[in-house]
């Protein structure tokens, strides 16, 4: 039997791409699923497409905690923070895309912790999943934004490790640099270049997550070389630096 039979599991932005695939895999797992997306269209879809394991719970990630809780019979074992927002464009992009981004891809987060935390410390058990991206660990050229909250995402996971795992919170980062999803598409030309080459598909993401969560890994890297240039960030910055610069250069003469 699955460690995850019987869980109670959110996942937000869970209409397509990673999420979708979260969806379908902890369902899959035994675990009883809300699937959450900003389009109740798409939610509904793929909680249909799984069955009577799954419920759509439509909205807003960052205010779903406690409708979600209820649809589950309320309790949240595992949440998986997926919901994202690939937001271009550079540091004079407009204060309202910094903005979204910001609510999107941090705060969205602390509300959910915000609210999960006392259940899951009072039992001494649970589970925060946060699809950050390698953009997260490392930048992403032409993208400000979402590479600067991004690493305010994985911020907050590491804090979040760092200040609970005595108490039986899990906390878990993922980390993949190009994934086959509409986001891809949305990164345009930057996207061609630097993610395409090497993306995957969602589900391999979601099969080197369960991998770290039966290892108890914090950190899970989908693309296995984002390790070498995370280490080669922290230890020759302006070499590594100089590297990016170069594909910025790129990107710009395409």
Known sequence: MSEYQDQRVVVTGAGGGI??????????????????????????????????????????ASA??????????????????????ASGGDAFADEAVWEAAWDTNVMAHVRAARLLLP?????????????????????????????????????????????????????????PQGVRTDMLTAAGSAGELV???????????????????????????PHPEVADFYAARATEPDRWLSGMNHLQQKWEAR
Not at 23 to 52: C, W, Y
Request: glycine content about 12%.
């Open 119 to 175: 259940d899951w410390l009072e039992r001494g058990d649970g589970r925060f999943v946060s699809t950050v991206s390698a953009a997260g660990l490392l930048t992403m050229i032409g993208a400000a934004p979402y590479s600067v909250t991004k690493h305010g995402a994985l911020a907050f996971a590491e804090w979040l490790s760092l200040t609970y795992r005595h108490r039986g919170v899990q906390v878990h980062a993922i980390c």
């Open 19 to 60: 999420g979708a695939a979260l969806a379908r895999r902890f369902a899959a797992e035994g675990a009883t699923v809300v699937v959450n997306d900003l389009d109740p269209a798409k939610a509904a879809s793929v909680a249909g497409g799984i069955g009577a394991r799954a419920i759509a719970v439509p909205g807003d």
């Open 195 to 221: 993610l395409a080459p090497t993306a995957i598909e969602p589900e391999a993401v979601v099969d080197a997550l369960f991998d770290g969560m039966e290892k108890g890994r914090f950190l899970i890297l």
């Open 64 to 85: 779903i905690v406690a409708q979600a809780r209820e649809a589950l019979g309320g309790t949240v074992d595992i949440y998986c923070a997926n919901a994202g927002l």
